[in-house]
Protein backbone atom coordinates (compact mmCIF):
# COMPACT_ATOMS: atom_id res chain seq x y z
CA UNK A 1 0.00 0.00 0.00
CA UNK A 2 1.31 3.18 -0.90
CA UNK A 3 1.38 6.30 1.14
CA UNK A 4 -0.92 9.26 0.33
CA UNK A 5 0.88 12.83 -1.50
CA UNK A 6 0.20 15.97 -0.46
CA UNK A 7 0.37 17.34 -4.01
CA UNK A 8 -2.55 15.12 -5.27
CA UNK A 9 -4.11 15.36 -2.04
CA UNK A 10 -4.65 19.12 -2.40
CA UNK A 11 -5.66 19.03 -6.15
CA UNK A 12 -7.08 21.93 -7.35
CA UNK A 13 -9.07 19.86 -10.66
CA UNK A 14 -12.72 20.22 -10.05
CA UNK A 15 -15.26 17.27 -10.63
CA UNK A 16 -16.78 17.03 -14.27
CA UNK A 17 -14.05 19.15 -15.43
CA UNK A 18 -11.62 18.53 -18.37
CA UNK A 19 -8.94 21.34 -17.68
CA UNK A 20 -6.46 20.82 -14.90
CA UNK A 21 -7.26 23.17 -11.77
CA UNK A 22 -4.81 26.10 -10.90
CA UNK A 23 -4.18 27.63 -7.46
CA UNK A 24 -3.86 30.96 -7.62
CA UNK A 25 -3.13 33.36 -5.35
CA UNK A 26 -5.81 36.41 -6.33
CA UNK A 27 -8.68 33.87 -5.04
CA UNK A 28 -7.46 30.25 -4.81
CA UNK A 29 -10.06 27.74 -6.31
CA UNK A 30 -10.81 26.07 -2.79
CA UNK A 31 -12.54 29.48 -1.65
CA UNK A 32 -14.36 29.47 -4.78
CA UNK A 33 -15.47 26.66 -3.21
CA UNK A 34 -16.61 27.61 -0.44
CA UNK A 35 -18.31 30.62 -2.28
CA UNK A 36 -19.96 28.19 -4.40
CA UNK A 37 -21.76 26.43 -1.68
CA UNK A 38 -22.79 29.40 0.15
CA UNK A 39 -24.50 30.22 -2.54
CA UNK A 40 -26.60 27.26 -3.46
CA UNK A 41 -30.11 26.69 -2.63
CA UNK A 42 -29.17 23.78 -0.88
CA UNK A 43 -27.70 25.29 2.28
CA UNK A 44 -29.72 28.29 2.08
CA UNK A 45 -31.98 25.90 3.10
CA UNK A 46 -30.49 24.29 6.31
CA UNK A 47 -31.39 27.58 7.74
CA UNK A 48 -34.91 26.01 8.73
CA UNK A 49 -33.21 22.26 9.38
CA UNK A 50 -33.00 20.49 12.80
CA UNK A 51 -29.56 20.49 14.52
CA UNK A 52 -30.68 19.13 17.68
CA UNK A 53 -34.20 20.37 18.49
CA UNK A 54 -36.90 20.48 15.92
CA UNK A 55 -38.90 23.64 15.13
CA UNK A 56 -38.15 25.15 18.32
CA UNK A 57 -39.72 28.25 19.10
CA UNK A 58 -37.03 30.08 20.66
CA UNK A 59 -34.97 32.12 18.24
CA UNK A 60 -31.72 31.17 19.61
CA UNK A 61 -31.22 27.77 19.66
CA UNK A 62 -28.95 26.94 16.31
CA UNK A 63 -29.93 25.35 13.16
CA UNK A 64 -27.90 23.18 10.82
CA UNK A 65 -27.56 26.53 8.98
CA UNK A 66 -25.45 28.03 12.35
CA UNK A 67 -23.87 24.93 13.01
CA UNK A 68 -22.49 24.46 9.39
CA UNK A 69 -21.19 28.00 9.80
CA UNK A 70 -19.78 27.42 13.39
CA UNK A 71 -18.18 24.18 12.13
CA UNK A 72 -16.55 25.73 9.11
CA UNK A 73 -15.08 28.63 11.42
CA UNK A 74 -13.56 25.55 13.24
CA UNK A 75 -12.43 24.06 10.33
CA UNK A 76 -10.63 26.91 9.04
CA UNK A 77 -8.54 26.92 12.11
CA UNK A 78 -7.83 23.46 11.93
CA UNK A 79 -6.83 23.56 8.89
CA UNK A 80 -5.28 26.49 8.73
CA UNK A 81 -2.83 25.81 11.69
CA UNK A 82 -2.44 22.35 9.99
CA UNK A 83 -1.40 23.40 6.77
CA UNK A 84 1.44 25.67 8.83
CA UNK A 85 2.89 21.49 9.79
CA UNK A 86 2.15 20.70 5.98
CA UNK A 87 3.65 23.62 4.57
CA UNK A 88 7.25 23.52 6.42
CA UNK A 89 7.65 19.92 6.14
CA UNK A 90 6.13 18.72 3.01
CA UNK A 91 6.58 19.51 -1.05
CA UNK A 92 3.28 21.14 -1.37
CA UNK A 93 3.82 22.88 -4.82
CA UNK A 94 1.90 25.98 -4.84
CA UNK A 95 0.01 25.34 -1.83
CA UNK A 96 0.14 27.58 1.51
CA UNK A 97 -1.65 27.02 4.89
CA UNK A 98 -4.43 29.14 3.60
CA UNK A 99 -5.50 26.58 1.31
CA UNK A 100 -5.29 23.59 3.59
CA UNK A 101 -7.59 25.97 5.79
CA UNK A 102 -9.81 26.88 2.59
CA UNK A 103 -10.39 23.11 1.78
CA UNK A 104 -11.26 22.38 5.75
CA UNK A 105 -13.80 25.49 5.54
CA UNK A 106 -15.63 24.64 2.66
CA UNK A 107 -15.84 20.64 3.05
CA UNK A 108 -17.21 21.39 6.61
CA UNK A 109 -19.43 24.00 5.59
CA UNK A 110 -21.03 21.53 2.77
CA UNK A 111 -21.13 18.77 5.77
CA UNK A 112 -24.60 18.34 6.61
CA UNK A 113 -26.14 19.77 2.86
CA UNK A 114 -27.25 16.45 2.24
CA UNK A 115 -29.50 16.01 5.21
CA UNK A 116 -33.36 15.47 5.63
CA UNK A 117 -36.08 17.11 7.52
CA UNK A 118 -35.56 16.25 10.72
CA UNK A 119 -32.28 15.96 11.28
CA UNK A 120 -30.78 12.37 11.82
CA UNK A 121 -34.38 11.37 12.47
CA UNK A 122 -35.59 12.19 9.08
CA UNK A 123 -33.07 9.78 7.82
CA UNK A 124 -33.57 7.07 10.49
CA UNK A 125 -37.68 7.12 8.94
CA UNK A 126 -36.67 6.84 5.58
CA UNK A 127 -34.57 3.63 6.48
CA UNK A 128 -37.53 2.22 8.13
CA UNK A 129 -39.97 2.85 5.71
CA UNK A 130 -37.84 0.91 2.64
CA UNK A 131 -37.81 -1.78 5.31
CA UNK A 132 -41.27 -1.82 6.20
CA UNK A 133 -43.49 -0.13 4.16
CA UNK A 134 -45.78 -2.06 1.88
CA UNK A 135 -45.83 0.65 -0.69
CA UNK A 136 -41.80 -0.07 -0.56
CA UNK A 137 -41.62 -3.94 -0.56
CA UNK A 138 -43.24 -3.71 -4.21
CA UNK A 139 -39.53 -2.39 -4.80
CA UNK A 140 -37.33 -4.70 -3.35
CA UNK A 141 -36.83 -7.09 -6.37
CA UNK A 142 -36.67 -4.05 -8.70
CA UNK A 143 -33.10 -3.21 -7.34
CA UNK A 144 -29.75 -4.82 -7.56
CA UNK A 145 -28.21 -5.58 -4.22
CA UNK A 146 -26.51 -2.65 -4.31
CA UNK A 147 -28.94 -0.28 -5.13
CA UNK A 148 -31.36 -2.16 -2.52
CA UNK A 149 -28.56 -1.54 0.29
CA UNK A 150 -28.47 2.42 -0.99
CA UNK A 151 -32.27 2.61 0.05
CA UNK A 152 -31.83 0.75 3.15
CA UNK A 153 -29.07 1.85 4.73
CA UNK A 154 -30.03 5.14 3.49
CA UNK A 155 -27.56 8.42 4.21
CA UNK A 156 -27.44 11.79 4.35
CA UNK A 157 -23.92 11.62 3.46
CA UNK A 158 -24.71 10.32 0.55
CA UNK A 159 -26.97 12.46 -0.40
CA UNK A 160 -24.80 15.32 0.32
CA UNK A 161 -22.50 14.11 -2.26
CA UNK A 162 -25.22 13.90 -4.38
CA UNK A 163 -26.59 17.18 -4.12
CA UNK A 164 -23.15 18.49 -4.20
CA UNK A 165 -22.11 16.83 -7.78
CA UNK A 166 -24.90 16.26 -9.57
CA UNK A 167 -28.45 18.01 -8.15
CA UNK A 168 -27.45 21.79 -7.65
CA UNK A 169 -26.80 22.81 -11.26
CA UNK A 170 -27.87 19.47 -12.71
CA UNK A 171 -27.02 20.10 -16.40
CA UNK A 172 -23.43 19.70 -16.10
CA UNK A 173 -21.47 16.84 -15.20
CA UNK A 174 -20.27 17.65 -11.62
CA UNK A 175 -23.05 19.99 -10.49
CA UNK A 176 -21.39 22.43 -8.69
CA UNK A 177 -18.08 21.48 -9.69
CA UNK A 178 -16.11 21.56 -6.52
CA UNK A 179 -12.78 20.62 -6.25
CA UNK A 180 -11.76 17.20 -6.23
CA UNK A 181 -9.69 18.15 -2.60
CA UNK A 182 -12.61 20.06 -0.68
CA UNK A 183 -15.10 16.86 -1.85
CA UNK A 184 -12.02 14.53 -0.55
CA UNK A 185 -11.84 16.00 2.43
CA UNK A 186 -15.91 15.92 3.11
CA UNK A 187 -15.87 12.05 2.29
CA UNK A 188 -15.79 10.68 6.47
CA UNK A 189 -16.76 7.20 4.94
CA UNK A 190 -15.17 7.00 1.51
CA UNK A 191 -17.03 3.97 0.28
CA UNK A 192 -20.58 2.74 -1.12
CA UNK A 193 -23.08 1.43 1.05
CA UNK A 194 -21.92 -2.11 0.81
CA UNK A 195 -18.37 -1.25 2.22
CA UNK A 196 -17.01 -1.87 5.48
CA UNK A 197 -17.96 1.58 6.94
CA UNK A 198 -20.36 2.35 9.31
CA UNK A 199 -21.80 4.80 6.84
CA UNK A 200 -21.54 5.59 2.89
CA UNK A 201 -20.20 8.76 1.22
CA UNK A 202 -22.03 7.90 -2.09
CA UNK A 203 -24.95 5.97 -3.63
CA UNK A 204 -24.47 3.77 -6.73
CA UNK A 205 -26.03 6.43 -8.60
CA UNK A 206 -22.40 8.57 -8.12
CA UNK A 207 -20.37 5.92 -7.94
CA UNK A 208 -18.39 6.79 -10.97
CA UNK A 209 -18.32 10.54 -9.92
CA UNK A 210 -16.74 9.69 -6.71
CA UNK A 211 -14.43 7.25 -8.25
CA UNK A 212 -13.02 10.43 -10.03
CA UNK A 213 -12.61 12.52 -7.37
CA UNK A 214 -10.69 9.55 -5.39
CA UNK A 215 -8.56 9.35 -8.70
CA UNK A 216 -7.81 12.74 -8.77
CA UNK A 217 -6.91 13.03 -4.74
CA UNK A 218 -4.71 9.83 -5.36
CA UNK A 219 -6.97 8.04 -2.68
CA UNK A 220 -5.47 4.51 -1.55
CA UNK A 221 -7.91 1.85 -2.38
CA UNK A 222 -9.13 -0.48 0.10
CA UNK A 223 -12.14 -2.73 -1.51
CA UNK A 224 -14.23 -2.63 -4.42
CA UNK A 225 -15.94 0.45 -4.00
CA UNK A 226 -13.95 1.71 -0.71
CA UNK A 227 -10.59 3.77 -0.08
CA UNK A 228 -8.53 5.12 3.05
CA UNK A 229 -9.82 8.43 3.68
CA UNK A 230 -8.60 11.44 2.77
CA UNK A 231 -6.34 13.04 5.94
CA UNK A 232 -8.33 16.04 6.13
CA UNK A 233 -11.57 14.51 6.64
CA UNK A 234 -9.95 13.86 9.91
CA UNK A 235 -9.78 17.54 10.57
CA UNK A 236 -13.42 17.85 9.08
CA UNK A 237 -14.73 15.41 11.01
CA UNK A 238 -12.93 17.08 14.59
CA UNK A 239 -14.16 20.43 13.66
CA UNK A 240 -17.98 19.45 13.26
CA UNK A 241 -17.34 16.92 16.67
CA UNK A 242 -15.81 20.15 18.80
CA UNK A 243 -19.17 22.23 17.54
CA UNK A 244 -21.35 20.08 17.79
CA UNK A 245 -20.23 18.92 21.12
CA UNK A 246 -19.20 21.77 22.85
CA UNK A 247 -22.23 23.92 20.92
CA UNK A 248 -25.10 21.72 21.38
CA UNK A 249 -23.89 21.52 25.24
CA UNK A 250 -23.97 25.87 25.52
CA UNK A 251 -27.82 25.48 24.28
CA UNK A 252 -28.98 23.07 26.82
CA UNK A 253 -27.97 25.64 29.16
CA UNK A 254 -30.01 28.18 27.24
CA UNK A 255 -33.20 25.47 27.54
CA UNK A 256 -32.56 24.63 31.17
CA UNK A 257 -31.64 21.52 30.46
CA UNK A 258 -28.11 21.38 31.79
CA UNK A 259 -27.20 23.39 34.63
CA UNK A 260 -24.61 26.42 34.94
CA UNK A 261 -22.56 25.44 37.65
CA UNK A 262 -22.37 21.89 35.85
CA UNK A 263 -21.34 23.63 32.34
CA UNK A 264 -19.16 25.59 34.48
CA UNK A 265 -17.25 23.00 35.90
CA UNK A 266 -17.16 20.72 33.01
CA UNK A 267 -15.66 23.14 30.88
CA UNK A 268 -13.06 24.31 33.55
CA UNK A 269 -11.71 20.65 33.13
CA UNK A 270 -10.70 21.14 29.70
CA UNK A 271 -9.10 24.67 30.67
CA UNK A 272 -5.88 24.59 32.78
CA UNK A 273 -5.08 28.54 33.20
CA UNK A 274 -5.39 30.24 36.05
CA UNK A 275 -6.39 33.63 34.01
CA UNK A 276 -9.14 32.27 32.29
CA UNK A 277 -10.82 31.46 35.88
CA UNK A 278 -9.85 35.37 36.75
CA UNK A 279 -11.52 36.57 33.95
CA UNK A 280 -14.75 34.42 34.52
CA UNK A 281 -14.63 36.09 37.58
CA UNK A 282 -15.69 39.29 36.37
CA UNK A 283 -18.34 37.97 33.94
CA UNK A 284 -21.84 38.17 35.68
CA UNK A 285 -24.59 36.43 34.18
CA UNK A 286 -24.42 32.67 32.79
CA UNK A 287 -24.86 33.41 29.69
CA UNK A 288 -21.72 35.04 28.95
CA UNK A 289 -20.08 33.02 30.86
CA UNK A 290 -20.75 29.77 29.29
CA UNK A 291 -20.04 31.94 26.19
CA UNK A 292 -16.68 33.20 27.03
CA UNK A 293 -15.75 29.06 28.25
CA UNK A 294 -17.22 27.56 24.93
CA UNK A 295 -14.93 30.26 23.27
CA UNK A 296 -11.73 29.07 25.22
CA UNK A 297 -12.55 25.59 24.99
CA UNK A 298 -12.74 25.88 21.38
CA UNK A 299 -9.70 27.35 20.88
CA UNK A 300 -8.32 24.63 23.20
CA UNK A 301 -9.67 21.65 21.49
CA UNK A 302 -8.26 23.50 18.24
CA UNK A 303 -5.30 22.90 19.80
CA UNK A 304 -5.38 19.62 20.84
CA UNK A 305 -6.70 18.72 17.91
CA UNK A 306 -4.17 19.94 15.35
CA UNK A 307 -1.18 18.57 17.87
CA UNK A 308 -3.11 14.83 17.75
CA UNK A 309 -2.92 14.94 13.70
CA UNK A 310 0.69 16.46 13.40
CA UNK A 311 1.44 13.42 15.90
CA UNK A 312 -0.30 10.86 13.55
CA UNK A 313 0.32 12.35 10.89
CA UNK A 314 2.42 9.41 9.13
CA UNK A 315 -0.40 6.62 10.10
CA UNK A 316 -2.90 9.15 8.27
CA UNK A 317 -0.86 9.10 5.37
CA UNK A 318 -0.57 5.76 5.43
CA UNK A 319 -4.34 5.09 5.40
CA UNK A 320 -3.45 3.15 8.94
CA UNK A 321 -5.51 5.87 11.32
CA UNK A 322 -9.20 4.67 12.06
CA UNK A 323 -10.17 6.69 15.31
CA UNK A 324 -11.33 10.10 15.22
CA UNK A 325 -8.72 12.28 16.24
CA UNK A 326 -10.93 13.69 19.08
CA UNK A 327 -10.43 10.42 20.85
CA UNK A 328 -6.37 10.80 20.34
CA UNK A 329 -6.08 14.29 22.50
CA UNK A 330 -5.64 14.87 26.49
CA UNK A 331 -9.71 15.95 26.68
CA UNK A 332 -10.79 12.32 25.31
CA UNK A 333 -12.24 11.58 28.56
CA UNK A 334 -13.92 14.74 29.11
CA UNK A 335 -15.80 15.24 25.67
CA UNK A 336 -16.86 11.55 26.23
CA UNK A 337 -18.90 12.35 29.21
CA UNK A 338 -20.06 15.44 27.38
CA UNK A 339 -20.68 13.18 24.80
CA UNK A 340 -23.28 10.83 27.42
CA UNK A 341 -24.45 14.06 29.67
CA UNK A 342 -25.86 15.29 26.27
CA UNK A 343 -27.64 12.12 24.83
CA UNK A 344 -29.49 12.03 28.32
CA UNK A 345 -30.38 14.99 28.73
CA UNK A 346 -30.37 16.47 25.28
CA UNK A 347 -30.52 14.72 22.75
CA UNK A 348 -33.60 12.52 24.09
CA UNK A 349 -35.58 15.54 25.46
CA UNK A 350 -38.96 15.03 25.81
CA UNK A 351 -39.66 17.41 22.93
CA UNK A 352 -37.00 15.97 20.13
CA UNK A 353 -38.51 13.01 21.02
CA UNK A 354 -42.29 13.50 20.28
CA UNK A 355 -41.00 15.28 17.21
CA UNK A 356 -39.12 12.78 16.28
CA UNK A 357 -42.00 10.52 16.75
CA UNK A 358 -44.16 12.66 14.39
CA UNK A 359 -41.30 13.21 11.89
CA UNK A 360 -41.63 9.28 11.48
CA UNK A 361 -45.16 9.05 10.78
CA UNK A 362 -44.80 11.94 8.27
CA UNK A 363 -41.75 11.02 5.95
CA UNK A 364 -43.02 7.85 5.72
CA UNK A 365 -46.14 9.13 4.65
CA UNK A 366 -44.94 11.16 2.22
CA UNK A 367 -43.39 8.66 0.80
CA UNK A 368 -46.34 6.48 0.85
CA UNK A 369 -47.34 9.09 -1.38
CA UNK A 370 -44.95 9.91 -4.02
CA UNK A 371 -43.63 6.96 -4.31
CA UNK A 372 -46.37 4.72 -6.21
CA UNK A 373 -46.83 8.64 -7.69
CA UNK A 374 -43.65 9.02 -9.52
CA UNK A 375 -42.98 5.33 -9.88
CA UNK A 376 -46.00 5.63 -12.90
CA UNK A 377 -44.42 8.57 -14.59
CA UNK A 378 -41.14 6.81 -14.56
CA UNK A 379 -42.87 3.47 -16.02
CA UNK A 380 -44.79 5.53 -18.56
CA UNK A 381 -41.67 7.68 -20.03
CA UNK A 382 -40.27 3.57 -20.26
CA UNK A 383 -43.15 2.83 -22.48
CA UNK A 384 -45.57 1.58 -19.80
CA UNK A 385 -49.42 2.22 -19.14
CA UNK A 386 -50.56 6.55 -18.89
CA UNK A 387 -50.43 7.77 -15.93
CA UNK A 388 -53.02 8.48 -13.94
CA UNK A 389 -54.11 12.31 -13.34
CA UNK A 390 -53.67 12.09 -9.82
CA UNK A 391 -49.86 10.90 -10.05
CA UNK A 392 -49.27 14.01 -12.76
CA UNK A 393 -51.04 16.30 -10.67
CA UNK A 394 -48.58 15.18 -7.21
CA UNK A 395 -46.09 14.41 -9.81
CA UNK A 396 -45.66 18.07 -10.82
CA UNK A 397 -44.69 19.33 -7.14
CA UNK A 398 -41.09 17.51 -7.59
CA UNK A 399 -38.49 19.14 -9.91
CA UNK A 400 -37.46 17.52 -12.65
CA UNK A 401 -33.98 15.93 -12.44
CA UNK A 402 -33.71 13.70 -15.62
CA UNK A 403 -34.36 11.09 -13.07
CA UNK A 404 -35.15 8.28 -15.55
CA UNK A 405 -32.34 7.07 -17.25
CA UNK A 406 -33.04 5.68 -20.61
CA UNK A 407 -30.65 2.59 -20.22
CA UNK A 408 -32.55 1.88 -16.93
CA UNK A 409 -34.83 -1.46 -17.24
CA UNK A 410 -37.22 -0.37 -14.73
CA UNK A 411 -36.99 2.74 -13.13
CA UNK A 412 -37.13 1.65 -9.62
CA UNK A 413 -33.80 2.99 -8.51
CA UNK A 414 -34.25 6.47 -9.78
CA UNK A 415 -37.85 6.81 -8.82
CA UNK A 416 -36.59 6.15 -5.02
CA UNK A 417 -34.22 9.02 -5.30
CA UNK A 418 -35.96 11.21 -7.42
CA UNK A 419 -38.64 10.99 -4.22
CA UNK A 420 -35.75 11.07 -1.89
CA UNK A 421 -34.08 13.85 -3.74
CA UNK A 422 -37.57 15.80 -3.76
CA UNK A 423 -38.39 15.15 0.32
CA UNK A 424 -34.37 15.37 1.69
CA UNK A 425 -34.11 19.27 0.14
CA UNK A 426 -37.42 20.02 2.15
CA UNK A 427 -37.08 22.54 5.29
CA UNK A 428 -38.39 20.87 8.68
CA UNK A 429 -41.38 23.62 8.03
CA UNK A 430 -41.84 23.02 4.63
CA UNK A 431 -42.12 18.92 5.10
CA UNK A 432 -44.64 20.33 8.14
CA UNK A 433 -46.93 22.18 5.97
CA UNK A 434 -47.12 20.48 2.90
CA UNK A 435 -47.43 16.93 4.87
CA UNK A 436 -50.49 18.67 6.34
CA UNK A 437 -52.02 19.90 2.89
CA UNK A 438 -50.97 16.32 1.03
CA UNK A 439 -53.09 14.94 4.34
CA UNK A 440 -56.31 17.17 4.06
CA UNK A 441 -55.33 18.50 7.88
CA UNK A 442 -54.73 22.19 6.44
CA UNK A 443 -55.49 23.93 3.23
Not at 270 to 290: F, K, M, Y
Request: aromatic share 8%; net charge negative; proline share 4%.
Amino acid sequence: MSDLRWQMLMTPDRLGESEPGQITPRRSPFQRDFDRVVFSGSFRRLQDKTQVFPLVKTDYVRTRLTHSIETSSVGRSLGSAAGVFLCDNFDMGEVNPSDVGAVVAAACLAHDIGNPPLGHAGEEAIRYWFTNSTTAKTFHDRLSAAEYSDIAKYEGNAQGFRVLSRLEMPDRRGGMQLTCATLGALAKYPGSSQSTFKKFSFFQAERELFAEVAEHCGLIRTGAEQWARHPLSFLVEAADDIAYLIVDFEDGLRLGLISAAELESTFLELLDSPAVRVELGRIRTPQHRAEFLRAKVIGELVRQAVDAFIERHDDILKGKLTDPLLKCVPAADVLERIRRRSEESIYNHRHVAEIVATGFEMVSGMLDIFVPCVDELVRERLGGPVASSRSRRLGALLPDYGFVDSETENGGYPCLLHVLDYISAMTDGYAVNLYQKLKGISL
